[in-house]
């Protein structure tokens, strides 16, 4: 098994949906085939940023051809997770060392290549600088039996830091539940700067902690990610109706109601209708999770 680095764009001509499957052809088929079983990092350009980032990772899990494109294939991905913030690929004197010559400068040929190896040390690196913000607005969370919390961590709910673990630990922590689930609660609550996307209430209690509440769109039970685009901000009222299928969102945004409904709740949604979502198309909930919400979740 091998750490490698996958090259993705919005606008790419491949088939990629990143929290699930990334598409590629031939000539790096050898080189994936070598990341099944462990950890790949998204790596490319963002919307409106000059340079290229470092944004995501998830582990390769199986490879199948493209039954529509000769020479092409597709590998599946599991356990998707956004980094905390993207991280530029020059940071701290590159995190890649093959990616720049003796003098500093970006080396051109390994550039332009879409696949790449990297040493765990790394992935380490980068695991280390995507993964390690603490949460402003911290839930206690569960420790997973057997793991030893560096003396001096208060803090339970902080207990769960990557860079306070090392090699197969640090694997072990990344697919922890309640690690997760913290992480995706801190994106999304930036991602909405801590307002549903439902009612436009934005509650923060006596604590200083926000009172909205990160929802799977896709419960994970049911196979659901932990991207942003399979998530919304929503307050504790609006996320019971929406995992009990009383309200959903259509493509275009629109809040649509359950005629199951038994009571009007318009007066607590926002007035046009519509769910306040982020600007960025790669943020927004994707349209194959919202169509799974209403045809699977959803009381018309």
Same mark, same amino acid.
């Given at each position: 098994?091998?750490?490698?680095?996958?090259?993705?764009?919005?606008?790419?001509?491949?088939?990629?949906?990143?929290?699930?499957?990334?598409?590629?052809?031939?000539?790096? $088929?050898?080189?994936?085939?070598?990341?099944?079983?462990?950890?790949?990092?998204?790596?490319?350009?963002?919307?409106?940023? #000059?340079?290229?980032?470092?944004?995501?990772?998830?582990?390769?899990?199986?490879?199948?051809?493209?039954?529509?494109?000769?020479?092409? %294939? %597709?590998?599946?991905?599991? +356990?998707?997770?956004?980094?905390?913030?993207?991280?530029?690929?020059?940071?701290?004197?590159?995190?890649? /060392?093959?990616?720049?010559?003796? +003098?500093? #400068?970006?080396?051109?040929?390994?550039?332009?290549?879409?696949?790449?190896?990297?040493?765990?040390?790394?992935?380490?690196?980068?695991?280390?600088?995507?993964?390690?913000?603490?949460?402003?607005?911290?839930?206690?969370?569960?420790?997973?039996?057997?793991?030893?919390?560096?003396?001096?961590?208060?803090?339970?709910?902080?207990?769960?830091?990557?860079?306070?673990?090392?090699?197969?630990?640090? #694997?072990?922590?990344?697919?922890?539940?309640?690690?997760?689930?913290?992480?995706?609660?801190?994106?999304?609550?930036? $991602? %909405?700067?801590?307002?549903?996307?439902?009612?436009?209430?934005?509650?923060?209690?006596?604590?200083?902690?926000?009172?909205?509440?990160?929802? /799977?769109?896709?419960?994970?039970?049911?196979?659901?990610?932990?991207?942003?685009?399979?998530?919304?901000?929503?307050?504790?009222?609006?996320?019971?109706?929406?995992?009990?299928?009383?309200?959903?969102?259509?493509?275009?945004?629109?809040?649509?109601?359950?005629?199951?409904?038994? %009571?009007?709740?318009?007066?607590?949604?926002?007035?046009?209708?519509?769910? #306040?979502?982020?600007? +960025?198309?790669?943020?927004?909930?994707?349209?194959?999770?919202?169509?799974? /919400?209403?045809?699977?979740?959803?009381? /018309?």
């Amino acid at each position: 098994m091998a750490n490698a680095v996958f090259y993705h764009k919005p606008d790419s001509i491949y088939d990629d949906d990143p929290a699930d499957r990334y598409h590629f052809p031939k000539t790096y $088929l050898s080189r994936v085939e070598q990341t099944l079983g462990d950890w790949i990092v998204y790596y490319g350009p963002l919307p409106a940023r #000059k340079g290229r980032y470092y944004t995501a990772l998830a582990r390769a899990a199986h490879i199948r051809p493209d039954p529509d494109h000769d020479g092409r %294939y %597709y590998v599946y991905l599991e +356990d998707y997770l956004d980094f905390d913030r993207p991280i530029g690929y020059t940071e701290n004197g590159g995190y890649e /060392h093959k990616l720049f010559r003796a +003098d500093g #400068k970006p080396n051109g040929g390994r550039t332009q290549q879409a696949v790449r190896i990297i040493e765990p040390t790394e992935f380490e690196a980068l695991f280390n600088a995507g993964l390690s913000e603490t949460d402003p607005w911290p839930a206690r969370v569960d420790i997973p039996d057997g793991t030893q919390i560096p003396e001096g961590l208060s803090d339970r709910s902080q207990a769960l830091m990557p860079e306070m673990f090392t090699g197969r630990d640090r #694997k072990a922590i990344i697919v922890n539940r309640p690690f997760r689930d913290a992480k995706f609660r801190l994106h999304i609550r930036k $991602l %909405y700067d801590r307002t549903c996307a439902f009612t436009g209430l934005r509650l923060i209690n006596g604590q200083g902690r926000p009172e909205v509440e990160a929802a /799977h769109i896709i419960p994970v039970e049911k196979g659901g990610n932990d991207s942003v685009q399979n998530g919304l901000a929503l307050s504790g009222t609006v996320h019971w109706m929406f995992d009990r299928g009383l309200l959903s969102l259509s493509d275009t945004y629109d809040i649509l109601p359950s005629r199951h409904l038994n %009571y009007d709740v318009a007066h607590l949604l926002n007035s046009d209708m519509k769910a #306040k979502v982020p600007e +960025d198309s790669m943020k927004k909930p994707h349209p194959r999770y919202l169509e799974w /919400h209403r045809s699977n979740i959803f009381k /018309h």
